[in-house]
């Protein structure tokens, strides 16, 4: 080795403080006050320098989906994940002269979905870009009429993710507008309008293969896919609707990587996506396409069944743990789905969610998420995704740390249910 | 070494495959049929499998900004800028869970400014996009009122960068429109309008250091410094603007990484612009941060000197290759500017901008870049700037290959301009 040493060197030193087991330290780490190295960000409710202190009193957060579950698999797999990337690399703006898109990266997508068997791919178009945030936008604007005087509705069936209305609200386009449910836009008479609906599937907060409600020859349909990987849903059938996206973040657990992409049958809408990507940001970083292509890469080692065993059973621990305590409760109650054949492990298998949507059953108790913020539990209230705040998400995919402070909140919760308390 | 010397080995190997000087392998590079190794990839005018044949017929290359006359500065600083990066390296949607900036990298980019001494950031608040491309995107939407019935204006004096007017056209938004060149706004008797200025300085494409032409209760300006570094201008002055926007691309030759940054006076505009990104795109890929993180360490080294230096002797050398081949036509004018005191080399210089602005000077010769095209040199034409079809740009900022061609093409071109023809 010669001029890589330094840079592994670092990253080795750097990799081997434990911060006792609940934090880490990164290259890009705050530093100490002495401005030399980098040290331990402890995960919520642990401080202190090695990150050994538990805070009792500590708040379970249980709100955001950080895909945290996954890093174990990472640190198990250090040697064939890690990349070295050199000052030179890719500093075009393009691919060998053509387009923002690392082909060989495209490569392997095709290879995943065809080795899990979740999507089509085969004369399909695939676009990346900036997390499936980026790619959901670039849709919406692509699916638009190009010229027409109403903008088109965007609808999504409750409960929803809020980013769909988050961003046609922020953008604040003249190409679009959020309408809300599409079942009621469904009995409106004005059945001409241009209609783009969003079908999450497996559905964002309740983890449901949700269908589409809409068709006709003014509605196109967007099908977020990111949760329609082996850990947290059977493989019911490989999907093969006119536009899905995907995102890394649930797949191999890197949010913060910012990469998605979606899989797209109509050349036109293709073309106009790739515009909206290169006039928005002129495409995704080629740090983290090579990231992806690293990652990804080994994610399919074994025909993906390293990671999918690994997060299937992690995640399905968490589901059993996270209903045995909910079933010995009569305060809340958790979605039920029907199990279903999975034809990537060529069995009949339950769902193992990425959420649990909580409803408080009491009649009291129409504010679930102040209820469970009593308990010391946050989770995202019910309106957030345009449901009765009588309903709650728990993010189930956070790191392990999250995970067991949310179980010890719960089962504190539930056995003082009938005025018993824990001694 | 343990985990981290598979990458290193794999990464010294790509590096060491010289493709002739005109080419390079990349580790998500294009394979060969066998599927085993990344190939190379020849630079324009370059093919074959070694890149060592040379297109003798090949039109040179002039039109896009593509930093890479700054890759040689990397491949010379091979072992400070490389970066490992581990499996696990920032999983999370933010950073120990505060939001989607790296605090170092904000901290090393402060630096950076006082050392150049280009632009004032003590109490101004810094916001990262993905490169300047997405944070003036953000800067429109931040400055656009937010209960108006009409739009803001967005003008840009011409010639202005195209990207202004593209991004406002396609978004389409009903907060802001473009209005083209603020002289003609002026002399509007609607004085109480919104109205947003872009002031690109040095500009893109003729690199004057362009002052806002509006003011006003009710102007909004935007500092575009992207070339505002010693390469290109005299720093003339610690620039002190309400909103500055600068990109690694421009200043690291790392326009692949897609990383930009804005300086924000104002607390408002900088929390409105991080909703803007977190909606968008949901921050900047952590790889990206940690990766400029490493960069720009190793531009800081030696007080800047060594990357400035580099940059600045390259720049300066082009401008002089290529003014003194325009010198000797009647044909084709340059744009001129004064030389001005430079604070960061402490003398008075000479402008080395990115950009050739060239001008036609002939009655008939209406559309230079048609011209220019006849003589095998593609430029971008200046009605991509809003001006006259008489100016081409030049990009003077690509490869050396790029570079050299250009200049056999214009030697060629300026030589033959009285009917002569070199034997």
């Known amino acids: 080795m010669s001029w890589s040493s330094g840079a592994a060197e670092e990253a080795e030193a750097i990799a081997a403080v434990s911060c006792s087991g609940h934090g880490r330290v990164y290259l890009d780490g705050m530093v100490d006050d002495e401005n030399t190295e980098p040290v331990c960000e402890c995960n919520s409710c642990y401080s202190g320098p090695d990150c050994s202190h538990f805070l009792t009193d500590c708040i379970a957060d249980a709100n955001g989906g950080d895909p945290l579950f996954l890093?174990?698999?990472?640190?198990?797999?250090?040697?064939?994940?890690a990349v070295v990337v050199a000052g030179w690399h890719r500093m075009s703006y393009s691919y060998n002269n053509n387009g923002f898109i690392s082909k060989e990266l495209e490569r392997l997508i095709r290879?995943?979905?065809a080795v899990v068997?979740?999507?089509v791919t085969q004369n399909r178009y695939i676009?990346?870009?900036?997390?499936?945030?980026q790619v959901i936008n670039a849709a919406a604007y692509a699916l638009s009429p190009d010229?027409?005087?109403s903008p088109a509705g965007i609808v999504a069936s409750v409960p929803y993710y809020a980013l769909y209305q988050q961003q046609e609200e922020y953008f604040n386009s003249a190409k679009f507008k959020f309408q809300g449910d599409p079942y009621t836009w469904r009995n409106k008479t004005d059945s001409g309008a241009y209609t783009i609906e969003f079908v999450t599937a497996p559905n964002n907060p309740d983890g449901r293969l949700n269908k589409a409600l809409l068709q006709g020859p003014n509605v196109k349909t967007v099908y977020d896919r990111a949760y329609y990987w082996p850990h947290f849903t059977p493989i019911t059938a490989q999907a093969d609707?006119?536009?899905m996206v995907f995102t890394l973040s649930k797949l191999t657990g890197h949010a913060g990587s910012r990469f998605g992409w979606a899989v797209v049958k109509d050349e036109t809408v293709?073309?106009?996506?790739t515009i909206h990507m290169q006039i928005n940001s002129m495409g995704v970083s080629r740090d983290t396409q090579l990231r992806a292509f690293k990652l990804l890469k080994t994610a399919l080692k074994g025909e993906g069944r390293e990671l999918f065993d690994f997060a299937s059973q992690t995640m399905k621990a968490r589901w059993e743990k996270l209903s045995s305590i909910i079933s010995l409760s009569k305060r809340f109650s958790l979605?039920?789905?029907?199990?279903?054949?999975?034809i990537f492990y060529s069995k009949v298998r339950e769902f193992s969610p990425a959420y649990a949507w909580v409803k408080c059953e009491r009649e009291e108790d129409k504010d679930c998420y102040a209820v469970l913020q009593v308990a010391k539990i946050t989770g995202r209230a019910g309106n957030a995704f345009g449901a009765e705040d009588r309903y709650v998400r728990l993010s189930l995919i956070r790191s392990q740390d999250d995970f067991d402070i949310l179980i010890q909140r719960l089962n504190k919760l539930v056995s003082e249910e009938n005025g018993a308390k824990i001694i």
């Open 335 to 342: 979605q039920k789905i029907n199990p279903e054949y999975c």
């Open 71 to 81: 890093e174990p698999f990472w640190t198990q797999h250090a040697a064939s994940s």
């Open 241 to 243: 609707e006119d536009l």
């Open 127 to 133: 676009i990346f870009g900036a997390g499936s945030t």
């Open 117 to 119: 068997g979740n999507a």
């Open 147 to 149: 010229n027409s005087s």
């Open 270 to 273: 293709f073309n106009k996506m």
């Open 111 to 113: 290879k995943l979905h």
